[in-house]
């Protein structure tokens, strides 16, 4: 069965640079969620959009943006990168809240 | 004081023993989740309640709405149960999941 699909897996990227982050989403899932999951920390919710349009905002910083397109798939992107920002980016899909998420295996960002 | 807390923090246990694993929270919520993440980081959902319980294999998982409160059962336990099991709340209304702490299980041959 079709999971949901984040890309790259890996990334490493210096100070200040940009970085993008993608997540396809199950197929018919409208709603995408993006979390930040720092080193020994839980998932922070940073951002939702449900049928492309942003639904929810947590501890997004400014520098971050993310849109939904008309395939559904998401991107996170990250600009003026700092070292805090290097962790493990979670994107989960679903149906509305509704049937539970399903969670991509994650993207670990590296800024060095 | 955390929205969601989980104990036990860490858990040992040895092949074939029954393991339960406590969530609480303080918030109203839509739903909670139970979560499971391995070590290198993916995460899989277990499950997600709103009443009851349900159960899949080897893994039960219940709930009491009125006294905040959420169990995930393992029977007959595994080496391969070991990893990190985080039990997440959505809360009423908004689309965010509060995560808990995470509860470090090692089951041992």
């Known amino acids: 069965a079709a999971g949901v699909i984040q890309s790259p897996r890996h990334l490493i990227k210096e100070k200040r640079e940009t970085a993008t982050l993608k997540c396809y989403p199950i197929p018919r899932h409208d709603t995408v969620y993006w979390y930040q999951q720092g080193p020994g920390q839980d998932p922070q919710f940073l951002i939702s959009f449900y049928e492309k349009m942003q639904s929810d905002k947590g501890s997004i910083p400014d520098r971050f943006s993310a849109q939904q397109f008309s395939d559904y798939h998401s991107e996170l992107n990250m600009s003026s990168l700092e070292l805090g920002d290097s962790a493990l980016y979670f994107c989960?899909?679903?149906?509305?809240?509704?049937?539970?998420?399903?969670f991509g295996s994650g993207t670990r960002l590296t800024v060095v | 004081k955390n929205e969601v807390e989980q104990s036990p923090q860490n858990l040992t246990a040895q092949e074939g023993e029954f393991i339960t694993i406590n969530c609480s929270y303080s918030v109203g919520i839509s739903a909670l989740h139970w979560l499971q993440q391995h070590p290198g980081g993916g995460i899989v959902s277990l499950f997600m309640l709103s009443s009851g319980k349900k159960k899949h294999g080897r893994l039960i998982a219940t709930i009491n709405i009125q006294e905040k409160h959420s169990s995930l059962h393992i029977t007959a336990s595994h080496p391969r149960d070991s990893a990190v099991y985080i039990c997440a709340v959505g809360r009423d209304n908004t689309d965010k999941l509060i995560f808990g702490t995470g509860t470090r299980l090692q089951v041992f041959p």
């Open positions: 989960a899909s679903g149906v509305d809240r509704v049937y539970g998420y399903t």
